[in-house]
């Protein structure tokens, strides 16, 4: 028998009953439905704020407001693999992850949601507590309500919340048969704006700490959610929804020791190699394409192909696993090891003995005078060179903007895009040969550009040994009319002041800039922001400083990126919430 929805609608419509007095989420289903912009400004938000609760400079916990949250489709499809626990999950979503949802996100959704019922042969878990075959069992009806529910809506139903589900079971029963009627509800529920959204109200304060007018703290079951996205980028756990429930998470202590807790998983293994691969920009920007897209010239680079790009990937994602899970977790540690993780191509672009074939990986330490840590990596030196050559100007503004958290902003009007590629040029009528260092000084040195290219190009120089593939080089090679040339490479560089009143490092080579980057405090704060940017998908502002500023390890404390993450998870932004005054 074929499935319909009560009234011919769709099951999100159906959710229009959740804004009934009683309900969680009111004002929350039509913004879903009807992607309603002006019901957003009534949502709660979560910025700012000291670590652990403690005080602000006014003696209260005090945070900023901020909009409302929807899963991203990498989120949802994640969480519908665990709550079915089927892998083979697959879902077609709409890719914006917005505040609000457009009506093609909708009937996106829809389409999943019968996708995934479709599937239900794949399932590996029970989601209905009986035999649904036979004959109407009001138990399981109700059972499976607030199991499946407290699972998908990530924390435990209230009664009116079961008494609408079942009422839509008990209208959908009118027309089909015991397990279509079913079937009507977990479609229903897994569209609704409780999973699709993180709804997150607050509770009302215990005294245990002083909260600033309009500052609530967040729930257990909010606190799991953020946790367990934030860490696994998938629902919460059964482990973790008991810990919530048991009002364990209602202290940062217990939260604490549910942070320390889920790295254990492999999820968080899987979320951080999607973090360092996104903070490598390795899957491209709208200023530059991913990895494995990045146009080489097969002239000068024959040894590329499709199995390099995939094992310059695999390095970086696999040795960040390695030092977060394995090793010391230093973020001076991601920055300086010399630990590789390669196959036969890779080996052979470093220049180290490693597997003889493409398929084969093993660990290799390179060699201490070329390579430490993952900027020295052929991934983000591919990524940021060009064509054909090495590219110290893009490598430069990386590091200044996403390493350093010093952004540009837009180039000038009147900026030159002539190409920097060095060889042989003209100059008082004379043909000289240029090193690309030597290209980019000349075009950069003077006009609107000097300014940034004073910060920019230092940092870059520093990457000068290492050419559009990631390829350690001596000297630079090139050929015009006459004959072929030889060029000394110059990779003196310098970290630029932060703060301003502080000299500027120099260095010489991607060592040396690795290593002064593993001992920068800007370096280390600024991975402190992307990680919370990653735990609350928003940009940190200046209320958000004192929490940042307290997680970030210093090299004295020994302290972990590991460290990090865990103090990120007890500071004010991740466990309270302000209202929005209407």
């Given at each position: 028998?074929?499935?319909?929805?009560?009234?011919?609608?769709?099951p999100?419509?159906?959710?229009?009953?959740?804004?009934?007095?009683?309900?969680?989420?009111?004002?929350?289903?039509?913004?879903i439905?009807?992607?309603a912009?002006?019901?957003l400004?009534?949502?709660v938000?979560?910025l700012?704020?000291?670590?652990?609760?403690?005080?602000?400079?006014?003696?209260?916990?005090?945070v900023a407001?901020?909009?409302?949250?929807?899963?991203?489709p990498?989120?949802?499809t994640?969480?519908?693999?665990?709550?079915?626990?089927?892998?083979?999950?697959?879902?077609?979503?709409?890719?914006?992850?917005g505040?609000?949802?457009?009506l093609?996100?909708v009937?996106?959704?829809?389409a999943a949601?019968?996708?995934?019922?479709?599937?239900?042969a794949?399932?590996?878990?029970?989601?209905?507590?009986?035999d649904?075959s036979g004959?109407?069992?009001?138990?399981?009806?109700?059972?499976?309500?607030?199991?499946?529910?407290?699972?998908?809506?990530?924390?435990?139903?209230?009664?009116a919340e079961?008494?609408?589900?079942?009422?839509?079971?008990?209208?959908?029963?009118?027309e089909?048969?015991?397990?279509d009627?079913?079937?009507?509800?977990l479609?229903t529920?897994?569209?609704?704006?409780?999973?699709?959204?993180?709804?997150?109200?607050?509770r009302d304060?215990?005294g245990s700490?002083?909260?600033?007018?309009?500052?609530?703290?967040?729930t257990?079951?909010?606190r799991?959610s953020?946790l367990?996205?934030?860490l696994?980028?998938?629902?919460?756990?059964d482990?973790?929804?008991?810990?919530?429930?048991?009002g364990?998470?209602?202290?940062?202590?217990?939260?604490?020791?549910?942070?320390?807790?889920?790295?254990?998983?492999?999820?968080?293994?899987?979320?951080?190699?999607?973090?360092?691969?996104?903070w490598?920009?390795?899957?491209?920007t709208?200023?530059?394409?991913?990895?494995?897209?990045?146009?080489?010239?097969?002239?000068?680079?024959?040894?590329?192909s499709?199995a390099?790009?995939?094992?310059?990937?695999?390095?970086?994602?696999?040795?960040?696993?390695?030092?977060?899970?394995?090793?010391?977790?230093?973020?001076e540690?991601?920055?300086?090891?010399?630990?590789?993780?390669?196959?036969?191509?890779?080996a052979a672009?470093?220049?180290?003995?490693?597997?003889?074939?493409?398929?084969?990986?093993?660990?290799v330490?390179?060699?201490?005078?070329?390579?430490?840590?993952?900027?020295?990596?052929a991934?983000?030196?591919s990524?940021f060179?060009?064509?054909e050559?090495?590219?110290?100007?893009?490598?430069g503004?990386?590091?200044?903007?996403?390493?350093?958290?010093?952004?540009?902003?837009?180039?000038?009007?009147?900026?030159?895009?002539?190409p920097?590629?060095?060889g042989?040029?003209?100059?008082n009528?004379e043909?000289v040969?240029r090193?690309?260092?030597?290209?980019?000084?000349?075009?950069?040195?003077?006009g609107?550009?000097?300014?940034?290219?004073?910060?920019?190009?230092?940092?870059?120089?520093?990457?000068?040994h290492?050419?559009?593939?990631?390829?350690w080089?001596?000297q630079?090679?090139?050929?015009d009319a006459?004959?072929?040339y030889?060029?000394?490479?110059?990779?003196?560089?310098?970290?630029?002041?932060?703060?301003?009143?502080?000299?500027?490092?120099?260095v010489?080579g991607?060592?040396?800039?690795?290593?002064?980057?593993?001992?920068?405090?800007?370096?280390?704060?600024?991975?402190t922001?992307?990680?919370f940017?990653?735990?609350?998908?928003?940009?940190?502002?200046?209320?958000?400083?004192?929490?940042?500023?307290?997680?970030?390890?210093?090299?004295?404390s020994?302290?972990?990126?590991?460290?990090?993450?865990?103090?990120?998870?007890?500071?004010?932004?991740?466990?309270?919430?302000?209202q929005?005054?209407?």
């Amino acid at each position: 028998m074929k499935r319909t929805k009560p009234d011919g609608v769709k099951p999100l419509d159906v959710l229009d009953r959740f804004t009934a007095p009683g309900g969680r989420a009111t004002a929350l289903a039509g913004a879903i439905v009807l992607a309603a912009s002006h019901l957003l400004s009534g949502c709660v938000g979560d910025l700012g704020g000291d670590r652990g609760g403690s005080p602000s400079a006014s003696g209260l916990v005090d945070v900023a407001p901020a909009g409302m949250r929807r899963m991203t489709p990498e989120q949802f499809t994640s969480s519908m693999r665990d709550l079915f626990v089927d892998p083979g999950i697959d879902l077609d979503l709409d890719p914006d992850a917005g505040e609000v949802a457009s009506l093609l996100a909708v009937d996106k959704l829809n389409a999943a949601a019968e996708a995934i019922v479709a599937r239900r042969a794949s399932w590996g878990t029970p989601v209905f507590p009986c035999d649904t075959s036979g004959a109407d069992d009001e138990a399981c009806v109700d059972g499976f309500v607030r199991t499946f529910g407290r699972r998908a809506f990530r924390r435990t139903l209230d009664e009116a919340e079961v008494a609408m589900l079942k009422g839509q079971y008990a209208r959908a029963r009118k027309e089909q048969s015991f397990e279509d009627a079913l079937l009507v509800v977990l479609e229903t529920m897994i569209q609704s704006p409780n999973v699709y959204y993180f709804v997150e109200l607050g509770r009302d304060g215990d005294g245990s700490e002083p909260l600033a007018s309009g500052v609530r703290p967040l729930t257990g079951f909010e606190r799991a959610s953020r946790l367990s996205y934030f860490l696994w980028n998938t629902t919460p756990d059964d482990a973790l929804l008991d810990a919530a429930e048991s009002g364990a998470l209602d202290t940062a202590e217990g939260v604490r020791a549910q942070a320390e807790r889920l790295p254990s998983n492999d999820r968080a293994r899987a979320t951080a190699r999607r973090f360092f691969a996104d903070w490598l920009e390795l899957d491209g920007t709208n200023q530059h394409p991913s990895l494995e897209s990045a146009p080489k010239s097969p002239e000068i680079y024959p040894e590329d192909s499709p199995a390099l790009r995939a094992a310059m990937r695999a390095e970086i994602e696999v040795l960040a696993e390695r030092v977060l899970f394995e090793g010391d977790g230093r973020f001076e540690t991601l920055l300086t090891t010399t630990d590789a993780y390669v196959n036969g191509p890779l080996a052979a672009l470093y220049g180290v003995e490693g597997p003889a074939d493409e398929r084969t990986f093993s660990w290799v330490s390179l060699p201490r005078d070329q390579r430490a840590g993952i900027f020295t990596r052929a991934a983000f030196l591919s990524v940021f060179g060009s064509l054909e050559v090495k590219s110290p100007i893009r490598r430069g503004a990386y590091i200044l903007e996403q390493v350093l958290c010093r952004p540009l902003g837009p180039p000038p009007p009147n900026a030159s895009d002539v190409p920097v590629k060095g060889g042989a040029v003209e100059e008082n009528g004379e043909v000289v040969h240029r090193t690309i260092r030597q290209d980019v000084e000349a075009k950069t040195s003077s006009g609107a550009c000097a300014s940034c290219h004073r910060i920019i190009n230092p940092i870059g120089f520093a990457f000068e040994h290492y050419d559009a593939l990631g390829r350690w080089q001596s000297q630079e090679a090139g050929g015009d009319a006459q004959a072929p040339y030889l060029l000394d490479i110059d990779a003196r560089g310098s970290l630029p002041a932060l703060p301003p009143d502080e000299g500027d490092v120099e260095v010489d080579g991607g060592v040396g800039m690795s290593a002064a980057l593993a001992a920068s405090p800007a370096a280390r704060a600024c991975l402190t922001k992307r990680l919370f940017q990653t735990a609350l998908r928003r940009v940190p502002i200046d209320q958000d400083l004192a929490s940042i500023e307290a997680a970030t390890p210093t090299p004295e404390s020994g302290g972990s990126v590991r460290d990090l993450i865990v103090s990120l998870t007890t500071s004010n932004a991740f466990l309270h919430l302000r209202q929005i005054e209407e």
